[in-house]
């Protein structure tokens, strides 16, 4: 029987830029340090991202403490509360989802997926690493400076973030400032070096519409934060400015203690417009490249095509061109014209259609799949309940007469938590496990996996369902005690405590996750170069870990799309994008 593959061809045409000599470091610290290798790079941005995550994960235990018994803890006061409630939400969204998606996978899966030997400029991608890590110290150090961090929410709303009465108005909110404004510059560094890698350095016979679509969802990711980000840059600036030399982009004229302020004329509104500007398009920063690390996921690990391929791309780029038009659906209660409150929620049902395009091609995918149930795959998996689930409340807020009520409450809270933390973890939990005998040559504990898999499954619904319960009755968000309200019944309290109990088993689990993590580098069982039989071409290098230069003295040659599984007629499940067809022919003749 003859096989039958799908966007199959003999023909490459020939390379149209010649290959750039690499530098290769000499020394120890050339090599780890000041690295302009992106694997090395890539893991610089993860350790990073993940230390300072582990920050956030603290500062959340905290906050449940606060809230599960109220008034317990001597050493959480209101201040304290509402700063661990700002640092939490901007390390989880900025500097680790971020950071990790891009400055981590991006890095180090790009040029290996694409073919090329490294980033197209090399030393600009190190310097972006180092800005980075010292946007992240800036940052640390505003919980020592006097004040402590700014507790103004994460959204750092003026005139409340730097108006005198809000902790870390002064040396906190500038040092947080200050540090997105240099976040912002390290990624542009970087951000440009993905974006033209993916245009300009792909391999022969890579053609786009053969990348895997983990590639698109980066690529796609990358350009948006590069249009998105800047919107945040000017903003941080102004503010910074309004704060020190007293001009008035976003402070109005303001009576405090019965003396007038010096500003006149700000418009805080402003800054609400410019922050979701960035902020909406930053939800598909961390959603893209989930979406498509788990359809690669989905398809290795079902062993079978990704379905819909085409339109999935599709998918994400109308993702990414409408999640600059839906970003006032954050602000329905700053006192909008109900027409344009008409008009943003119209295009958030909008941007949802390319959204359930990639849910059902998911599904779809999996349909009479050859599914494994690997650690990767569970999690793939419970992303796409989580997804679908925080999905559906988003189209409760989405809805301007809906969310009124809402907005304040902790329905807002558990809905963004199951869209943009447990969802795109899930992912990034689910791609370690995938990548790592790649980065490492060595396997995880399967059954510390799939223990880690469950309990952070399970403990995050235990979580965040109740948390809906809560936001249905009211009770409000960023408070920092709820006792003595009348409106609140007492079930509301043994939720509290409920989640809070949920919130550190599921924390404390995630040191299983570092401890497998840590243990199966020195004493993990040898991988082999492709233990998951995938055909995209970060598994066919010739040395695991791969070298710096990644494909040794040529590279590889691509002949066909990224998703060659069970193909009709053909001896293995499984196709490499560098098996030409004569080859596979061959194979299969042979076995004949």
């Given at each position: 029987m003859s096989y039958v593959a799908h966007d199959e061809s003999a023909f490459a045409p020939p390379a149209e830029v010649e290959e750039v000599e690499l530098y290769h470091a000499k020394t120890w610290v050339g090599k780890y340090v000041w690295s302009q290798d992106a694997k090395v790079i890539a893991i610089q941005y993860a350790m990073t991202a993940i230390g300072i995550g582990l920050v956030a994960l603290v500062l959340s235990w905290l906050m449940r403490l606060q809230l599960g018994y109220p008034n317990t803890f001597s050493f959480i006061n209101p201040s304290n509360y509402l700063q661990f409630v700002t640092?939490?939400?901007?390390?989880?969204?900025?500097?680790?989802?971020?950071?990790?998606?891009?400055?981590?996978?991006?890095?180090?899966?790009?040029?290996l997926m694409v073919g090329a030997r490294d980033m197209v400029f090399p030393y600009v991608n190190m310097v972006s690493y180092w800005v980075y890590l010292f946007a992240v110290l800036l940052l640390v150090a505003?919980?020592?400076?006097?004040?402590?961090?700014?507790?103004?929410?994460?959204?750092?709303?003026p005139p409340q973030a730097i108006s005198h009465g809000t902790p870390g108005a002064s040396w906190g909110i500038i040092l947080m400032l200050v540090s997105l404004a240099f976040f912002i510059i390290g990624f542009t560094m970087?951000?440009?070096?993905?974006?033209?890698?993916?245009?300009?350095?792909?391999?022969?016979?890579?053609?786009?519409m053969r990348l895997p679509l983990t590639v698109w969802g980066i690529f796609m990711a990358t350009v948006l934060a590069l249009l998105a980000f800047p919107a945040l840059f000017v903003s941080a600036i102004m503010m910074i400015l309004d704060l020190t030399l007293g001009t008035s982009f976003f402070m109005p004229a303001l009576v405090s203690m019965g003396k007038l302020s010096e500003h006149t004329g700000g418009n805080p509104l402003l800054?609400?417009?410019?922050?979701?500007?960035?902020?909406?398009?930053?939800?598909?920063?961390?959603?893209?490249?989930?979406?498509?690390?788990?359809?690669?996921?989905?398809?290795?690990?079902?062993?079978?095509?990704?379905?819909?391929?085409?339109?999935?791309v599709w998918a994400i780029l109308a993702i990414g061109a409408l999640s600059f038009v839906v970003w006032a659906h954050h602000m329905y209660v700053s006192g909008m014209n109900p027409y344009f409150g008409f008009f943003f929620a119209t295009t958030t049902l909008i941007i949802a259609v390319p959204t359930a395009i990639?849910?059902?091609?998911?599904?779809?995918?999996?349909?009479?799949?050859?599914?494994?149930?690997?650690?990767?795959?569970?999690?793939?998996?419970?992303?796409?309940?989580?997804?679908?689930?925080g999905g559906?409340?988003?189209?409760f807020l989405g809805n301007a007469t809906v969310s009124v009520p809402l907005s304040d409450t902790m329905f807002v809270v558990a809905h963004f938590h199951m869209v943009m933390a447990i969802a795109p973890i899930m992912?990034?939990?689910?791609?370690?496990?995938?990548?790592?005998?790649?980065?490492?040559?060595?396997?995880?504990?399967?059954t510390l996996g799939k223990f880690h898999f469950w309990v952070t499954f399970v403990g995050s619904y235990c979580i965040y369902y109740p948390m809906h319960y809560l936001g249905m009755m009211g009770v409000p968000r960023r408070y920092y005690a709820i006792s003595g309200t009348d409106f609140i019944p007492a079930s509301a309290h043994f939720v509290n405590?409920?989640?809070?109990?949920?919130?550190?088993?599921?924390?404390?689990?995630?040191?299983?996750?570092?401890?497998?993590?840590?243990?199966?580098?020195?004493?993990g069982k040898p991988s082999g170069s492709n233990p998951w039989n995938a055909t995209t071409l970060e598994w066919q290098t010739p040395d695991t870990p791969p070298k710096h230069g990644n494909f040794g003295a040529a590279l590889p040659v691509v002949y066909r799309w990224a998703y060659d599984y069970s193909v009709p007629g053909a001896v293995e499940d499984f196709i490499p994008q560098n098996v030409p067809p004569r080859e596979v022919a061959g194979r299969n003749t042979s076995k004949t």
């Amino acid at each position: 029987m003859s096989y039958v593959a799908h966007d199959e061809s003999a023909f490459a045409p020939p390379a149209e830029v010649e290959e750039v000599e690499l530098y290769h470091a000499k020394t120890w610290v050339g090599k780890y340090v000041w690295s302009q290798d992106a694997k090395v790079i890539a893991i610089q941005y993860a350790m990073t991202a993940i230390g300072i995550g582990l920050v956030a994960l603290v500062l959340s235990w905290l906050m449940r403490l606060q809230l599960g018994y109220p008034n317990t803890f001597s050493f959480i006061n209101p201040s304290n509360y509402l700063q661990f409630v700002t640092m939490h939400g901007m390390i989880m969204v900025i500097y680790l989802l971020t950071a990790l998606f891009l400055g981590g996978f991006g890095n180090y899966l790009i040029p290996l997926m694409v073919g090329a030997r490294d980033m197209v400029f090399p030393y600009v991608n190190m310097v972006s690493y180092w800005v980075y890590l010292f946007a992240v110290l800036l940052l640390v150090a505003s919980f020592f400076v006097t004040g402590g961090p700014t507790g103004a929410g994460w959204t750092l709303y003026p005139p409340q973030a730097i108006s005198h009465g809000t902790p870390g108005a002064s040396w906190g909110i500038i040092l947080m400032l200050v540090s997105l404004a240099f976040f912002i510059i390290g990624f542009t560094m970087g951000g440009l070096n993905y974006v033209v890698t993916v245009l300009q350095a792909r391999t022969r016979g890579m053609t786009m519409m053969r990348l895997p679509l983990t590639v698109w969802g980066i690529f796609m990711a990358t350009v948006l934060a590069l249009l998105a980000f800047p919107a945040l840059f000017v903003s941080a600036i102004m503010m910074i400015l309004d704060l020190t030399l007293g001009t008035s982009f976003f402070m109005p004229a303001l009576v405090s203690m019965g003396k007038l302020s010096e500003h006149t004329g700000g418009n805080p509104l402003l800054f609400q417009h410019l922050f979701w500007f960035f902020g909406h398009p930053e939800v598909y920063i961390v959603a893209l490249p989930a979406f498509g690390i788990v359809s690669d996921l989905l398809s290795v690990h079902a062993r079978k095509n990704i379905f819909g391929y085409r339109m999935m791309v599709w998918a994400i780029l109308a993702i990414g061109a409408l999640s600059f038009v839906v970003w006032a659906h954050h602000m329905y209660v700053s006192g909008m014209n109900p027409y344009f409150g008409f008009f943003f929620a119209t295009t958030t049902l909008i941007i949802a259609v390319p959204t359930a395009i990639k849910v059902y091609n998911w599904v779809l995918t999996l349909w009479r799949g050859n599914i494994h149930l690997t650690v990767p795959m569970l999690f793939a998996i419970g992303f796409i309940f989580t997804f679908i689930n925080g999905g559906l409340t988003g189209l409760f807020l989405g809805n301007a007469t809906v969310s009124v009520p809402l907005s304040d409450t902790m329905f807002v809270v558990a809905h963004f938590h199951m869209v943009m933390a447990i969802a795109p973890i899930m992912v990034v939990f689910g791609a370690i496990y995938h990548w790592y005998p790649k980065i490492t040559g060595r396997m995880l504990n399967d059954t510390l996996g799939k223990f880690h898999f469950w309990v952070t499954f399970v403990g995050s619904y235990c979580i965040y369902y109740p948390m809906h319960y809560l936001g249905m009755m009211g009770v409000p968000r960023r408070y920092y005690a709820i006792s003595g309200t009348d409106f609140i019944p007492a079930s509301a309290h043994f939720v509290n405590e409920w989640i809070t109990i949920a919130a550190l088993v599921v924390g404390v689990v995630q040191l299983v996750f570092l401890y497998n993590l840590i243990s199966s580098y020195f004493k993990g069982k040898p991988s082999g170069s492709n233990p998951w039989n995938a055909t995209t071409l970060e598994w066919q290098t010739p040395d695991t870990p791969p070298k710096h230069g990644n494909f040794g003295a040529a590279l590889p040659v691509v002949y066909r799309w990224a998703y060659d599984y069970s193909v009709p007629g053909a001896v293995e499940d499984f196709i490499p994008q560098n098996v030409p067809p004569r080859e596979v022919a061959g194979r299969n003749t042979s076995k004949t």
